[in-house]
């Protein structure tokens, strides 16, 4: 395999050479004292990921009855994010651990960078396409179920994969043959264009700036939208309110005047010297009774009414910021870090920059827990399967 690599890679070139060579200081060396920790973190966050991500695909397909295409988006995520962690995370696990050197060849790297670029973009795509889905949901309201069909769905995620494919694909594969010359090191996986300033910073805004300012503009629309429908929403409500108050102000008035009517008919009965105690008590109770359980109704109705309007605001905005947070939380250093190692190799601390690439990852692994967290749903199913693995550990 070594000598296969050797003579299909073209020379390198001695600058990219002697700066990478400059650069070998700024790895911290994996002694006992790393590694092990190292190690045990990483498969940790291996684990983690595998299993949640799987857990979100299987409550998808248990649930596969009620499930609708905000539910579609999620599933194809868990699907992008399980082959970040089964793929992208071991096989570059075993490249850290080996102190940064690539064991499994030249052309085993260019396809490993291929599924990881494109589960990437992909990855971010998804992201739009939810943001974009829940402001159509609001825009469109009752014509969404007509419009957005399983079809349009599917239709949407073909052309993102085919979209992320391409996106870094070509330059993935043949940028060394285009310009005729490699950048790769012996034993090292990286790609060809890491140091080519104007591709690597057009691509990162395209990869991230353009993407994170949309994610935001959708998700402020969104949010506008979502305050004005609760704000026409709360009026409504208020409306109600003060119907049901009417009602029910009525209904006790004439309850009332029924028991006042009924008593009194008792008493005019009773000075006739007609005994019905029980009937009188029967009545009586049954009149009370009522009484009390319109008050117990407007009561509960106002209850409803106060938590039926705050509700969709809390539980929306959480969401949207959990979501923008974390988008710019995990991609924003590598992102950065890859732009300043473009113009200036020494200025980035080479085991800080493979941490953010390394943070980038970990979004996938958080991803489930976010949607477990937010709809009820997955979290169901998640408590279910937790129990069940935690019965097949004590049953062995």
């Not at 049901?244 to 009965?269: D, G, I, M, P, W």
Request: glycine residues 2%.
């Amino acid at each position: 395999m070594k000598n296969l690599t050797d003579k299909l890679r073209v020379p390198i070139i001695s600058n990219a050479t002697d700066e990478n060579d400059d650069d070998s200081d700024d790895f911290i060396a994996m002694v006992t004292e790393i590694f092990v920790p190292t190690a045990i973190g990483l498969i940790i966050l291996i684990v983690l990921g595998v299993g949640g991500n799987i857990m979100t695909m299987l409550a998808y397909v248990e649930n596969r009855h009620h499930n609708k295409v905000y539910d579609f988006y999620i599933f194809n995520l868990a699907v992008t994010d399980l082959i970040l962690c089964s793929v992208s995370m071991p096989l570059y696990t075993v490249y850290t651990l080996m102190n940064f050197t690539w064991p499994f060849g030249y052309w085993f790297c260019k396809i490993w960078l291929l599924i990881d670029f494109t589960a990437c973009t992909e990855a971010t795509a998804l992201i739009l396409i939810l943001s974009m889905d829940r402001l159509l949901m609001i825009s469109l309201r009752t014509k969404y179920e007509n419009q957005i069909t399983w079809k349009v769905a599917k239709t949407v995620l073909i052309i993102s994969w085919i979209i992320s494919l391409i996106y870094y694909g070509p330059a993935i594969l043949a940028w060394n043959y285009l310009v005729g010359y490699s950048t790769a090191e012996y034993m090292d996986c990286d790609v060809e264009f890491v140091y080519e300033n104007d591709f690597v910073i057009t691509m990162s805004i395209l990869d991230f700036l353009l993407p994170a300012v949309s994610l935001a503009v959708i998700n402020g629309c969104l949010l506008i939208k979502i305050f004005s429908w609760t704000d026409r929403k709360g009026k409504s409500h208020k409306c109600q309110e003060a119907n049901t108050r009417q009602c029910f102000s009525v209904s006790e008035h004439a309850l009332s005047t029924q028991c006042y009517v009924s008593t009194s008919l008792h008493q005019n009965k009773a000075s006739a010297n007609i005994s019905m105690p029980m009937l009188r008590d029967e009545r009586s109770s049954f009149h009370s009774d009522n009484c009390l359980k319109s008050k117990k109704i407007g009561a509960l109705a106002k209850e409803n009414i106060k938590h039926t309007a705050a509700k969709p605001k809390l539980k929306s905005a959480k969401l949207l910021a959990m979501l923008v947070f974390s988008f710019l939380f995990f991609w924003s250093p590598y992102t950065i870090t890859t732009v300043v190692i473009s113009f200036c190799n020494k200025c980035v601390n080479q085991s800080l920059y493979e941490f953010f690439n390394w943070l980038l990852w970990m979004k996938s692994a958080v991803n489930p827990f976010l949607y477990a967290y937010n709809i009820p749903r997955y979290r169901q199913c998640f408590k279910k399967y937790m129990k069940m693995l935690g019965k097949c550990r004590n049953s062995h």
